[in-house]
């Protein structure tokens, strides 16, 4: 269950990262409703400057760190349910 909602967010962020591609996209009713689920998470990586270029690494990095919390609790759930 949680794995499915880490991909389902994952897959979010992605859609995301790829409006950027298209001028105007974030204006969408998309792209605002996009904006309103994935920019506060994405906030929280803002001050790492991930930047290289015209590219951000932000979103890339933000779904790493989201899979290895969502790997680290099911071990903690893991451990204490089946000990």
Not at 14 to 27: D, M, N, Q, T
Not at 34 to 42: A, F, G, H, K, N
Not at 56 to 66: D, E, P, T
């Amino acid at each position: 269950m949680l794995f499915r909602a880490v991909n389902i967010y994952s897959g979010l962020l992605i859609i995301y990262a790829l409006l950027s591609w298209f001028p105007g996209a974030y204006e969408s009713k998309l792209g605002r409703l996009l904006s309103r689920i994935c920019e506060p998470y994405l906030s929280l990586f803002d001050r790492f400057n991930l930047n290289f270029g015209m590219v951000s690494f932000n979103i890339m990095f933000a779904i790493i760190v989201l899979n290895l919390a969502a790997g680290g609790l099911e071990i903690i759930i893991r451990s204490i349910l089946f000990g």
